[in-house]
């Protein structure tokens, strides 16, 4: 009777010590299944605020290199070049502001120095045991030391001056080109990553299901036998 009321096969140890045993571990593993399916979500939701960013970072650097197009031409003055410049120097303090500002739980994100060890890393615990991570690392996408896209109005290193002749302000083009190319290159990555843990999301859950399945059948009363 305590089967049938209770819906379980084994109450206490004495009813099926192996089969106890082994019904404690996969529970012990379907929890973990159910936590490090949430812990892939959370880094999906990590990996979009970094992307989410950067799509922020891609505008700028196509306006700065609008500039420089603009810069490059002779028709300008060099109070239209000084004007120009100081469009581009507002821009690089932005994209100083995004990546600075752009965080996930407290932890900076495009600075790359956030993670546990400040070197842009993060583990991701996306299995039930030791050792099933997946590590990503997020460059550092500030203007100077990052992108190389610094103005002399914001930064020591003087990458990027389009005010003073249409040589320098061409040359200002390939810069940014680079600099485009790099966060483009970033984003690709984070985009693989993160189809790489909506793929383990998929196998955790159905790993789950099945787990929970296996474990009902040895824990669970048959009310067809017990009946």
Do not use: C
Not at 28 to 54: F, K, M, P, V, Y
Not at 97 to 119: H, M, S
Not at 143 to 168: Q, R
Not at 190 to 210: C, D, F
């Amino acid at each position: 009777m305590e089967k049938l009321s209770s819906g379980l096969r084994i109450n206490r140890a004495g009813d099926d010590a192996a089969g106890l045993s082994i019904s404690e571990k996969m529970r012990g593993q379907i929890r973990g299944l159910e936590q490090a399916s949430r812990n892939a979500q959370d880094g999906i939701s990590l990996i979009q605020t970094a992307e989410g960013a950067l799509n922020e970072t891609h505008a700028i650097l196509q306006r700065m290199r609008e500039l420089a197009v603009q810069a490059a031409n002779d028709t300008n003055t060099a109070e239209d070049r000084q004007a120009i410049q100081d469009e581009a120097n507002q821009l690089a303090k932005d994209l100083n502001r995004i990546a600075n500002n752009t965080e996930f739980n407290t932890q900076k994100l495009l600075t790359g120095t956030g993670g546990p060890n400040g070197d842009g890393s993060f583990a991701f615990q996306v299995g039930a045991n030791q050792d099933q991570t997946i590590t990503l690392t997020i460059a550092d996408m500030t203007a100077g030391t990052g992108l190389g896209v610094a103005t002399g109005d914001d930064e020591a290193a003087d990458a990027i001056d389009i005010s003073s002749d249409s040589a320098i302000a061409t040359a200002a083009i390939t810069t940014i080109n680079d600099a485009i190319k790099t966060v483009s290159a970033e984003r690709s990555k984070l985009g693989a990553y993160q189809n790489r843990l909506e793929y383990s999301i998929n196998n955790l859950n159905t790993s789950a299901e099945n787990l929970t399945a296996a474990e009902s059948r040895i824990r669970d009363v048959d009310y067809a036998l017990a009946a």
